[in-house]
């Protein structure tokens, strides 16, 4: 129960894409939220999208316009299509399920977490 795992990640080219997968092995996923962090090296976690239980989706501003986050109820699924992809992108990028819908940007909010992908943008 809880068990996230992120696939997708890799080396890219600037102005590229990658579509990042969170798998869920909670057979509640219809009902969680889900959210995309991303850690830098030597930076702290920020928050990068989420989608509610509802659909709704939320993104930080530097991602947004670049960025969509989708659900796949039935395959317990997100998805984070990332397009035109900047150097700065480059980070590990985890996915974190939470209950509730509130603090759904909060990184202390989310109750699991997957291992992490890695994602790298060459200039």
């Known amino acids: 129960q809880g068990q996230l795992v992120e696939t997708g990640g890799g080396l890219v080219q600037a102005g590229g894409s990658l579509r990042l997968a969170c798998v869920a092995s909670d057979r509640a996923f219809s009902g969680m939220n889900i959210g995309w962090f991303r850690q830098a090296p030597g930076k702290k976690r920020e928050f990068v999208a989420a989608?509610?239980?509802?659909?709704?989706?939320h993104y930080a501003y530097y991602v947004s316009g670049r960025f969509t986050i989708s659900r796949d109820n039935a395959k317990n699924t997100v998805y984070l299509q990332m397009n035109s992809l900047k150097p700065e992108d480059t980070a590990v990028y985890y996915c974190?399920?939470?209950?509730?819908?509130?603090?759904?940007?909060?990184?202390?909010?989310?109750?699991?977490w997957g291992q992490g992908t890695q994602v790298t943008v060459s200039s």
């Open positions: 974190a399920s939470k209950s509730l819908e509130t603090s759904i940007v909060v990184e202390g909010a989310y109750d699991y």
């Open positions: 989608i509610t239980w509802s659909g709704k989706n």
